[in-house]
T-cell receptor, first 111, second 114 residues
Framework: AQSVAQPEDQVNVAEGNPLTVKCTYS??????LFWYVQYPNRGLQFLLK??????LVKGSYGFEAEFNKSQTSFHLKKPSALVSDSALYFC?????????FGAGTTVTVRA | GAGVSQSPSNKVTEKGKDVELRCDPI?????LYWYRQSLGQGLEFLIYFQGNSAPDKSGLPSDRFSAERTGGSVSTLTIQRTQQEDSAVYLC????????????FGSGTRLTVV
């Protein structure tokens, strides 16, 4: 089965600083990778996906993610974090017809 | 509709009662999924519907849980004889069928069993 791992339960950064949320994957074959964000009392919102092509994927709200095959990683990044980026972030991998999610990383951006 | 709609948004029920949760997917999306998000936990897959195919029920935690999808559109997740451990947010998502598509999620139903 395909799976992803998010090694950090929480990430804390100051507003204006770079933000990185880590994700590693374990798959057989080519991975289809996704990032979702969940704001308080809301459903999950799609941020970006990697299917094939360029290793740097750009998504919503200024986020991007870098696919690294040698390190089996798909880290989410934002050059300059905003307080409004505080949320729960999930990495996911396509596992046959369904998505398997990581445990999530809570991001807190302090003013 | 424009998005995935779930109702109710919140449900408080007494232990032992049955509950029904509703999901209205995006029009044209043939795939529909139910996930459960417990406090402090990730997303747990429950069930998957694709068109007229038999659903994949492999994630349902017990026989108290069931789901149906009528006419390839609206889905209902039913929990019988609710227990306190059923308290969670139940998320529905829909998708176009195919490996490259992600999901569109609804806002979820927060179920509290007291």
């Amino acid at each position: 089965a395909q799976s992803v791992a998010q090694p950090e339960d929480q990430v804390n950064v100051a507003e204006g600083n770079p933000l990185t949320v880590k994700c590693t994957y374990s798959v057989s074959g080519n991975p289809y990778l996704f990032w979702y964000v969940q704001y308080p009392n809301r459903g999950l919102q799609f941020l970006l996906k990697y299917i094939t092509g360029d290793n740097l994927v750009k998504g919503s709200y200024g986020f991007e993610a870098e696919f690294n095959k040698s390190q089996t990683s798909f880290h989410l990044k934002k050059p300059s974090a905003l307080v409004s980026d505080s949320a729960l972030y999930f990495c996911a991998v396509r596992d046959d017809y369904k998505l398997s999610f990581g445990a999530g990383t809570t991001v807190t951006v302090r003013a | 509709g424009a998005g995935v709609s779930q109702s109710p948004s919140n449900k408080v029920t007494e232990k032992g009662k049955d509950v029904e949760l509703r999901c209205d997917p995006i029009s044209g999306h043939t795939a529909l999924y139910w996930y459960r998000q417990s406090l402090g936990q990730g997303l747990e897959f429950l069930i998957y519907f694709q068109g007229n195919s038999a659903p994949d029920k492999s994630g349902l935690p017990s026989d108290r849980f069931s789901a149906e999808r009528t006419g390839g559109s609206v889905s209902t997740l039913t929990i019988q004889r609710t227990q306190q451990e059923d308290s969670a947010v139940y998320l529905c998502a829909s998708s176009l069928y195919g490996q490259t598509y992600g999901y569109t999620f609804g806002s979820g139903t927060r179920l509290t069993v007291v």
